[in-house]
């Protein structure tokens, strides 16, 4: 399933959409910067809290497919037009993270 039939699927607010034909494989919960930059698996859906610019960098580094900043947390335009510029499909939902989850679980089965 790809992200956008994901956001669409789940109702989750695009804020950049890059690549929204990406494929999701997966998902992966965890706001520990570094031990999301070690686990995470390529082409996986990330789901966070964090809503800062390294968010970026670690979304590239694992190679995930699409970031998802939960819980509604305010994301700066200026977050945007970073992700915007190196390629990071990043998009937000009201959802706890645990219940974003068990949804992405339950649309890619």
Do not use: F, H
């Not at 520990?32 to 670690?58: H, K, P």
């Not at 947390?73 to 992700?83: F, G, K, L, R």
């Amino acid at each position: 399933m790809t992200v956008a039939q994901i956001c669409e699927r789940l109702g989750l607010e695009a804020l950049a959409l890059p690549a929204p034909d990406r494929e999701v494989t997966g998902a992966y919960a965890g706001d520990l910067l570094s031990w999301v930059m070690g686990r995470a698996e390529a082409d996986c859906l990330w789901a966070t809290i964090m809503n800062n610019v390294n968010v970026l960098a670690v979304a590239t580094l694992a190679d995930v497919s699409v970031t998802v900043i939960c819980e509604d947390c305010e994301v700066t335009s200026e977050i945007t037009q970073a992700a915007l510029e190196k390629g990071v499909n990043l998009v937000r939902t009201g959802l706890p993270i645990y219940e974003l989850c068990v949804a992405v679980s339950e649309v890619l089965r």
